[in-house]
């Protein structure tokens, strides 16, 4: 039988993981690199020397199966060929352009394409180099378009961190450091999260959007605030999917106020949830939307997009931008966002993440709805978490629980990474090209180590 082509192979361990390589790799890295940026231990990380499609090979020689996509990036599957084509022809082309003063043509192919793909009217963009400038531009565009300078964001979420991205992300651990540097501009909700609310679902989703409104109207807030900033999944939060009231009721409070809504769809976006944007599952338009990630499938590049009125806000450039960077626009990541959009569009993989995630969802929940550490699986499309706890009557996190879960699965050939605000959700994004093969695989070492607990 012919081996099957790299991409689509199932695990493969030659050398129990992390390998030698890869541990003489971590002891180099430990003494170049700051120490808070890569975790290491006597059982992670490996190092990665190749991927394509599904599937990682280590500078060891091992080979998983991947179910992080790289953060969520790479929705089209690692290195797909018609994306590395494109980035191949542009770099031959054209390698760095002026972005905001002779922009590479590609820029204006991109922008147009942007505004064709998103719902509704958004229609304008600022370019960026990565999620979470583009949160950046997202908060200085509210400022400009509303005169207020304060958001309301929710617990849970996370934006990125550059220290605007920080100051409306509700987590202690990244930003108390920085406390003393960060701008006092957001005010927190309640993110409804089904599992921990304790009067169901669309109870949660109505006692959240009155903490909203009362959050809005409390003193030193009113007036103050110009945009709602929210996640419609949150994503490193711990995949937490809202109730089906919930955004539509954001949406329905901005209308009412005179608010922006803005949505971070940089997790979410480009068919990580089943649909093109997570918005489309509850019909709800942003006033701006962040994205990034799956966008070009693996090149740093992201995009703030918004309404004529919105973005018209921002004033005409006379020579010098007010807000730009010497890479905006980088004909690569162009190139690469457009190969991307066509990719999923032509091979039909955000409705393959839909049916696949399906199945993903279905598999792990039947497998694991009675285990007594299990308190919740959930998820949209390809975006599904597993929510650890000591019992399911206390709900307590387990985040060791979680740990020991991705080494395992490490071990035996599968990459998953944890989250959620207390690292006790197991958390799979697996690329949208992933076979039934090896999602099954998968998830089958997934639910065979948690049932050996």
Not at 112 to 133: H, Y
Not at 180 to 186: D, F, G, K, R, T
Not at 212 to 233: F, H, K, M, Q
Not at 420 to 446: K, R
Request: with cysteine.
């Amino acid at each position: 039988m012919e081996s099957l082509a790299f991409g689509r192979q199932l695990p493969h361990i030659v050398a129990p993981p992390p390998g030698p390589a890869s541990m003489k790799l971590a002891a180099e890295l430990a003494e170049y690199e700051s120490p808070n940026v890569t975790y290491l231990s006597s059982d992670f990380p490996v190092f990665w020397e190749e991927a394509a499609g599904a599937n990682v090979r280590d500078v060891d020689g091992n080979i998983y199966v991947d179910l992080t996509a790289a953060f969520a990036v790479a929705g089209a599957g690692h290195a797909h060929p018609r994306i590395v084509a494109a980035v191949q022809a542009q770099a031959a082309r054209l390698l760095h352009g002026m972005g905001d003063v002779h922009p590479p043509a590609v820029k204006v192919e991109i922008l147009r394409a942007l505004a064709e793909i998103a719902p509704g009217d958004l229609k304008r963009s600022v370019l960026a180099n990565s999620g979470a400038e583009a949160v950046e531009v997202a908060l200085k565009t509210a400022v400009l378009a509303t005169g207020k300078p304060r958001v309301l964001a929710f617990h849970g979420g996370y934006h990125g961190l550059t220290f605007g991205a920080l100051s409306v992300s509700s987590r202690e651990d990244f930003s108390s450091p920085f406390r003393s540097q960060l701008a006092v501009n957001a005010v927190f909700a309640d993110y409804p999260d089904p599992y921990r609310s304790q009067s169901g679902s669309e109870a949660g989703a109505g006692r959240a959007l009155e903490q909203v409104e009362v959050l809005l109207d409390a003193p030193g807030s009113a007036g103050t605030i110009g945009a709602i900033l929210v996640e419609p999944v949150q994503g490193r939060g711990g995949d937490v999917v809202p109730p089906d009231d919930f955004l539509p009721g954001l949406r329905r409070i901005c209308d009412e106020r005179g608010l922006l809504l803005v949505l971070d769809e940089i997790y979410t976006g480009f068919g990580r949830t089943g649909r093109w944007f997570a918005c489309e599952h509850w019909d709800v338009v942003p006033d701006l939307m962040v994205v990034g990630k799956a966008l070009t499938g693996g090149l740093p590049f992201a995009a703030c997009i918004g309404t004529d009125a919105v973005m018209n806000s921002w004033p005409r450039s006379t020579g010098e931008a007010i807000h730009t960077s010497t890479f905006l626009g980088h004909p690569l990541g162009c190139a690469a966002a457009l190969a991307s959009i066509a990719v999923l569009r032509d091979e039909r993989l955000v409705e393959r993440s839909a049916e696949m995630g399906g199945w993903l969802l279905q598999r792990l929940s039947t497998a694991l709805r009675s285990h007594p550490n299990v308190g919740d699986v959930r998820g949209l499309g390809m975006m599904v978490g597993i929510e650890l706890v000591r019992d399911t009557e206390s709900r307590q996190p387990a985040p060791e629980l979680v740990g020991r879960v991705v080494v395992e699965a490490l071990r035996k050939g599968v990459l998953i990474l944890g989250g959620g605000i207390h690292g006790n959700v197991i958390s799979l994004s697996p690329p949208f090209t992933t076979t039934e093969e090896q999602l099954a695989l998968a998830t089958n070492v997934i639910v065979a180590t948690i049932e050996a607990f």
